[in-house]
């Protein structure tokens, strides 16, 4: 059996982290620090340690990151003031809301209220509409979800063409599976989506040349649902006991698959480096 070439996330977000870091300096030295604020609301653990991993990615390359610290228990109202004020701040060029916000708030809500041009996250309606209505990869807007951006960076690091391919997205959300598949659409593929009332989920996955597995059920996607040869990006991020694993079965799938990203190691570093993308593409659109 074919043993799939694994797709090293860290080395393909280390190119993009070269090339952004050359792009900082250039910027600063026209006067313009990229800054982003990373607002995340009470003391949620797994949100600390991912805002931590932004912040200290900025720093690397030359972003300045500033924390916005609200109490779990804050008002939505005065949730919205202080995503004003940041809209308002000139140093400031990307708003990220860390998700989840506490059961209070209501999330869309909350979003809406980020200034579209700030929308490093890519979330805003006015984003998300831009990025349905775009028929081809060139009119997509400045601001592209983080995690599905990276998913496309992947793809393409295999040098698989991705027009006329038919892609599988397992997972609807509006923070990966649409904007995958939306994305992939973009580039011409043929998609199928597919969700947790799929009828033989095995049966569509196997048509798919490009996998994308968006689900949060650990190693749901076995070797015999995949297409030998097929390129598979693992979004899942599940904790056992024993330590992380993806949405596929690793083992299984690396003996059909031609293309696959380990979990961790694929996607989550994707999902950074684009964010720091984004934010240097605020500053520059700034400055122009
Ligand atoms: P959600 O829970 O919001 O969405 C999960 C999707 O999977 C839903 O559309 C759901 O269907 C579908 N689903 C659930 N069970 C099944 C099933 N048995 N068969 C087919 N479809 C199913 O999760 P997210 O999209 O936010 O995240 C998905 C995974 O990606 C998680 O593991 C998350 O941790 C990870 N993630 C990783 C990131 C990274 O940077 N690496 C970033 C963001 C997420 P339905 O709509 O019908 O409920």
Known sequence: MPQAKIIDGKQ???????ALKEEVVAL?????????????VGEDPASQVYVQMKEKACAMIGIMSRGIRPPADISQE???AQIEELNSDSNIHGILVQLPLPGHLNTPTVLQHVNPDKDVDGFHPLNLGKLLSAKYWEELPRFIPCTPAGVIKLIDSTGVEIAGKQAVVVGRSIIVGKP???????????VTICHSRTSDLGALTRTA??????????????GKMIKPGAV?????VNRLEDGLVGDVDFNQAKEVA???????GGVGPMTIIMLLT????SAKAQLS
């Open 209 to 222: 040349d490009i996998l994308v597995a968006a689900v949060g059920v650990p190693q749901l996607i076995k």
């Open 278 to 281: 984004n934010t240097v593409r």
């Open 232 to 236: 598979v990006i693992d979004v899942g």
């Open 258 to 264: 031609g293309y696959l990203t380990p979990v961790p």
């Open 78 to 80: 005065d949730l919205i």
């Open 180 to 190: 995958v598949a939306m994305l992939l659409l973009a580039r011409q593929a043929t």
């Open 12 to 18: 393909v977000a280390a190119k993009l982290h070269q």
């Open 28 to 40: 600063t030295k026209q006067g313009v620090t990229p800054g982003l604020a990373t607002v995340r």
